[in-house]
């Protein structure tokens, strides 16, 4: 084996930056040190100030030691709930170069000379400063017990520790998490979402110390015990014991006890990555964290710190990512040379942790003097209210577990008189006593909605919509928490109505056809419609749209469940006028339905018999089946009447309807395979076929994790575990592609069927014209947590009536097919001139190309015909 | 009520459309469905697309999509705006006047009007 020759490292953004030798021009240079989310807020805040190379005011210099720029670290457990590290990136694509900032990933400063401002790379290479800024962040703290770097000991702080849990977890059984905080349960999460049985130790008598208090420890142990988690709160760990091979086997604990486990995950905790700053002479704190003034200025006024590395003018080192905003903001400020200050930040959180939702602040723990608590407590139900109250009346904090509605109300009335009293806010809906509903109109202007970027209620109400909000002053965009709070400020639509002829949206005449069982488009139009429209035709937008409103409804309103039958008839988009795909030349393809993607050869050798006889192009589809195109109108019937004998049934590929439902050939062949998902496929495919929705739908079905079928590509996806299923919604690809999200896991058949049955009808129900699950997910106020409420928690009460509409759906599902070519009178359509029914069509031509046909588009590229003269209209 | 109106349009009368000196019968009234076309093959190989409205109105305009080249205007969706009918191309949804022929979305383009008789 030849040796392998040495060259100095470089990273691939090094290679096409300015060369680091440089010598120092006009601009001065700010060098950064640490990439996290802090350092990109600070980047971000020196563009904001004009302080950048492209503004011909600086050269920017950033060094990251992670192989990957600034993610959003908060969210860092989504990843294992479906998204990729590139979801979470907080980085645009084009940030760095539109701005002309130097990023060099995976190289890590590791000296700093203050004497001669430079810092050394690890690399090698040495970046002169004039201003440098430490934002290094911390590291997790691992308790120094013996076994402690046994393999299978992780931390979990980075996208890199997440890949090694998913990886070792793989031939894990069992996991144990020390520290039952914050980090410790997002951790614990993690865990059991990787299919292990999962064990909290925290040293501490309660869960979450630091943010709930014995009450609201109490509410989230049950509930988080609940869910299969074991939790050991008031001992510590001793040791972790290894096996001969060197790898974990258990932990002795220190009341005795120990745990058999697999794996070992610190969460114990995080220290200031002060290492740096130490050896370059900077003050630290006698227990970490580098110390800076309330401008972030560390010991030397030519560096500055900030985030979870500094240790603040008011004497505390912030784990919050708020606070490190705030310093970035800061820092850049005083550095562009203005004046600003970090004087010290709310510790206020509002999390999911495991599907609970916890919340404390203020002063949580009812510090100050002469403070009292109202409480409202239902151990049963896992719901734990605490507000703290001063003598006056004010409200000084509060903490919320298992309902944190409130929080985003709540919070910003922290130090005024609150409205009402305050049993009221916490005593649940339906007692006596409450519970009054404080809308956000109740806040005043100079409310802080927003925590995380700082952001006021009197700034939010300057715009109009959510987007607008998000991109004009970035309220919404950290943790999230306060999205539903914006979503309320927002005003409604003007007119929200479909087109012109109706005032109202897809949804509201989806209830209006549902609650007064209306069968008619007329009957709608001149009932419902705006006033100028109604007694006309209506339009292209709307007559579809209510056609298959009345369609999706048609077994539960008591409307023909065949589409084109009677009015319905007029109401169709051609493609479901004539049951087939309308193609550039007028002429049609037709995809016989294929479910799951398996076929017999004999059906195989029916469609190839089917295309050569007509003639027809065929194509393989992206999903699993075939495509038969170049079909004349009045070809339609004879095809499908060979392909219906043959067994064959509408694919429905016209239809704004369920289109196929793809799957790997799973557990039954596959090696890796540990379900049936052909099987699963096809019982799905056959369930929803047919089912008439806002948009098309599309489905796929995996047999393992290596998620062959792309399923999180889909509108529902499902991927199979040892233990059953996991359902992932509001996936798509095409021109906007997102990865589906985690809806439940681990279900079985059942459970699976009866919440894709509530989902698909919710979103039916829900849902604009021509809006994909994924755009209706982004959309709809709440999100995936609404829609999760809604069809898993049945929060709306709404599960049995879904559960049944879809139940009327499969009952009733007929193939449009086999009852077209039956019926004579359905027939009569199928011609391309009503006044030479068995004329072909002369324009519909072809010509060869690859051993099959294409359309003749010389045939069709004729000039733009003259106007005749308008002779008169008589009827 | 609405059940009505559409009873009303479905006449035992012909449809006729005229071409050149004389008028061609295309087909029974009551092969139209209100709202939707039918396509009609002239004698010089052109085509028409005959369209029925809800209140029984009966238009012809040329049967080709001058966007596309293709011969599927009878196919799309006839609608009405502003009291005015007009009918949606069913490839790339550009809206013609079924009265005039004028694009309702570009100008610049039109398609022939046939006058057409139905009693």
């Known amino acids: ?875 | 009520m609405a059940t009505a109106t559409i009873t009303t349009a479905r006449g035992t009368g012909s449809v006729r459309l005229a071409h050149g000196e004389d008028w061609l019968t295309v087909c029974e009234r009551g092969l139209l469905i209100p709202g939707r076309g039918v396509a009609v093959l002239l004698p010089d190989g052109d085509q028409a697309a005959v369209f029925m409205d809800r209140s029984g109105q009966v238009y012809a305009i040329g049967n080709r999509d001058p966007f596309t080249g293709a011969y599927v205007l009878s196919r799309g969706l006839l609608g009405s705006a502003g009291g005015r009918p007009f009918v949606a191309s069913p490839l790339l949804k550009q809206r013609f006047d079924l009265a005039t022929g004028a694009c309702l979305d570009d100008e610049e383009v039109s398609v022939p009007v046939f006058a057409v008789r139905a009693d």
């Not at chain 1, 950064?32 to 350092?39: A, C, E, K, R």
């Not at chain 1, 869910?227 to 604990?253: K, N, P, R, S």
């Not at chain 1, 290492?275 to 560096?303: F, M």
């Not at chain 1, 294409?854 to 590229?861: C, F, H, Q, R, V």
Request: aromatic share 6%.
């Open chain 1, 1 to 875: 084996m030849p040796e392998p020759t040495f060259e100095p490292r470089t990273t691939a953004a090094a290679s096409n930056a300015t060369p680091h030798a440089q010598a120092h021009t006009a601009v001065p240079t700010i060098v950064v040190v640490g990439h996290g989310m802090v350092g990109q807020r600070f980047l971000e805040s020196l563009a904001e100030r004009g302080l950048t190379p492209a503004a011909g005011a600086a050269r920017v210099v950033v060094l990251c030691e992670e192989p990957r720029p600034a993610y959003d670290r908060v969210r860092l457990t989504s990843y294992f709930a479906g998204r990729s590290p590139e979801d979470l990136s907080l980085v645009e694509p084009d940030f760095m170069a539109r701005h002309g900032i130097e990023l060099y990933v995976g190289d890590p400063a590791t000296a700093v000379d203050r004497a001669g401002r430079t810092v050394t790379a690890r690399s090698g290479a040495v970046f002169p400063y004039d201003t440098l800024v430490l934002a290094t962040g911390s590291y997790p703290f691992v308790p120094p017990v013996p076994g402690k770097d046994a393999r299978g000991c992780f931390v979990y702080r980075t996208i890199e520790d997440l890949l090694a849990i998913e990886e070792y977890a793989q031939g894990a059984a069992t996991g144990a998490v020390v520290g039952g905080g914050l980090l410790g349960l997002e951790a614990a999460g993690a865990l059991k979402g990787l299919g292990l049985a999962t064990h909290v130790v925290e040293f501490a008598p309660r869960l979450m110390p630091v943010q709930v208090d014995e009450g609201g420890g109490a509410a989230l142990l049950r509930t988080i015990q609940d869910m299969g988690l074991t939790v050991h709160t008031g001992v510590g760990t001793q040791e972790v014991t290894a096996g001969g091979d060197g790898a974990v086997t258990g932990m002795a604990l220190s009341d005795g006890s120990s745990l058999a486990v697999d794996l070992v995950v610190f969460s114990a905790g995080v220290r200031p990555r002060d290492q740096l700053a130490r050896e370059c002479g900077l003050a630290v704190g006698e227990r970490g964290g580098i110390v800076v003034d309330e401008e972030c200025r560390t010991s030397d006024p030519a560096v500055f710190a900030i985030g979870e590395c500094a240790l603040t003018a008011d004497g505390r080192v912030y784990g919050l990512v708020a606070p490190g905003y705030d310093m970035a903001r800061t820092a850049a400020e005083v550095i562009a040379g203005g004046r600003s200050a970090f004087t010290g930040a709310d510790l206020s959180t509002k999390l999911k942790l495991l599907g609970v939702d916890v919340a404390s602040f203020g002063d949580a723990h009812g510090a100050a003097e002469g403070s009292l608590d109202v409480v409202y407590s239902d151990a049963r139900a896992g719901v734990y209210k605490k507000l703290v109250i001063g003598p006056d009346g004010t409200l000084l904090g509060g903490v919320l577990v298992g309902d944190a509605e409130q929080y985003g109300t709540l919070r910003p009335l922290t130090g005024t008189v609150l409205p009402v009293a305050p049993e009221q806010l916490v005593l649940p809906a339906g007692s006596g006593g409450g519970p009054v509903a404080l809308g956000p109109g109740a806040l005043p202007d100079e409310a802080v909605i927003c925590s995380c970027h700082n952001v006021t209620k009197g700034a939010i109400c300057e715009h109009t919509t959510l987007p607008e909000v998000k991109k004009c002053t970035k309220a919404g965009t950290g943790c999230g928490s306060c999205l539903k709070v914006i979503g309320q400020l927002m005003p409604p639509p003007e007119d929200a109505g479909l087109c012109g002829c109706f005032p109202y949206s897809r949804s509201e005449l989806y209830e209006i056809v549902r609650t007064l069982e209306v069968t008619s488009f007329v009957e709608l139009l001149d009932s419902h419609g705006r006033e100028e429209a109604r007694g006309g035709d209506g339009c292209e937008v709307c007559k579809p749209t209510v056609g298959s409103v009345i369609a999706s409804l048609a077994p539960t309103v008591g409307a023909s469940g065949y589409v084109l039958d009677g009015e319905q008839a007029a109401l169709q988009d051609t493609n479901d006028h004539f049951l087939a795909n309308l193609q550039r030349n007028g002429s049609y393809s037709i995809v016989p339905r294929i479910p799951g993607g398996e076929i017999t050869p004999e059906k195989l050798i029916v469609i190839g018999e089917v295309a050569r006889d007509f003639g027809l192009y065929t194509k393989i589809t992206g999903g699993q089946r075939i495509d038969l195109f170049g079909a004349r109108v009045d070809q339609l019937p004879l095809i499908w009447t060979r392909l219906v004998d043959a067994g064959f049934e509408s694919g429905h590929a016209y239809g704004k309807s369920l289109r196929t439902v793809k799957s790997c050939v799973g557990q039954t062949w596959c090696r890796y395979g540990v379900q049936d998902s052909v099987k699963m496929a096809i019982d799905l495919e056959l369930r929803y076929r047919g089912l008439r929705s806002p948009h098309k739908l599309k489905s796929a079905v995996s047999g393992c994790a290596r998620e062959c079928a792309e399923a999180r590509g889909k509108d529902f996806g499902i991927i199979a575990t040892a233990q059953g299923w996991n359902l992932y919604v509001g996936g798509n690809g095409g021109a906007t592609p997102r990865h589906a999200d985690l809806l439940a896991q681990d279900l079985s058949d059942a459970e699976l069927v009866r919440l894709i049955d509530r989902f698909l009808m919710f979103y039916i129900r829900t849902a604009d014209r021509l809006e994909r699950t994924s755009a209706w997910l982004e959309r709809i106020a709440g999100g995936l947590d609404h829609v999760r409420d809604v069809v898993v928690h049945d929060s709306l009460g709404l599960c049995e009536e879904l559960e049944r509409l879809m139940a009327d759906h499969v009952a009733g599902y007929r193939d449009e097919w086999a009852e077209t070519i039956n019926d004579p009178e359905r027939l009569r359509r199928f011609v391309t001139f009503v006044n030479a029914p068995d004329a072909p069509d002369p324009s519909v031509r072809f010509v060869p190309e690859r051993d099959q046909i294409k359309p003749d588009l010389e045939l069709l590229a004729g000039p733009v015909l003259a106007v005749r003269t308008l002779e008169g209209t008589a009827s």
